[in-house]
C-alpha cells in the first residue's frame, strides 16, 4: 500500500508544476465510476483535469478502484485528450492514451495466501464531455487496454470546476 500512496503524492505534486509550464490550470476535480472487463470489475475513482496544456490539450490524471473478479485493483492512469470542437455543439468529443499503473491485490480461497503484484500498461481513450449549467462538466468514455492492462473500461463521471 506504500506503493500507491507514494504515486499518489507524486502526481499531486506533478499538477502545480505542469499547470506552472503551462500557463494552463486545474480547471476540475470530481468522482468516475464504471466498469471494467478482464477482469470483470465495478470500478470507482475520481480525477482532476489540468488543462489546457496545449491547444485543445489536457492532462486527466485519475486514480480508479476496482473490485470483482476475485482480484482488488488500484490504477494511477495519467491520460492526455484531444478535444474536438463540432460547431453547433456544445459536447466536446475527444480522443487520447496514457500510461497507467496497477496495483492488483489476488484475493486467493481460504488457506492459501493472497498475492499481489504491479503492472504497467497503456490505454487509448474515446469519449465525450458536455458542460453544466453550473460550469461543471459531465463526461462519458470507453478505455482501451494495452499491455499489461485491463481490457476495456467504460467511466462515467462528474468534473466540478475550481
Request: net charge negative.
Amino acid at each position: 500500500m506504500l506503493k500507491p500512496l507514494m504515486l499518489c503524492g507524486a502526481l499531486i505534486a506533478l499538477a502545480p508544476w505542469t499547470a506552472q509550464a503551462q500557463t494552463s490550470i486545474v480547471a476540475g476535480v470530481g468522482p468516475r465510476v464504471g466498469f471494467g472487463v478482464d477482469p470483470d470489475q465495478i470500478v470507482f475513482g475520481g480525477q482532476m483535469i489540468i488543462g489546457e496544456v496545449a491547444p485543445n490539450l489536457t492532462f486527466d490524471p485519475s486514480l480508479e478502484l476496482g473490485f470483482g473478479d476475485h482480484l482488488t485493483v488500484i490504477s494511477l492512469n495519467f491520460d492526455m485528450h484531444y478535444h474536438f470542437a463540432i460547431q453547433g455543439s456544445s459536447w466536446r468529443p475527444y480522443a487520447g492514451g496514457g500510461v497507467n499503473v496497477h496495483f492488483l491485490q489476488f484475493d486467493a480461497p481460504p488457506g492459501v495466501r493472497d498475492d499481489s503484484e504491479t503492472d504497467v500498461g497503456g490505454a487509448l481513450v474515446i469519449g465525450a464531455g458536455a458542460p453544466t449549467p453550473s460550469g461543471s462538466r459531465f463526461f462519458g468514455e470507453l478505455k482501451f487496454g494495452l499491455g499489461d492492462s485491463y481490457d476495456i473500461r467504460g467511466m462515467v463521471g462528474w468534473n466540478f470546476r475550481i
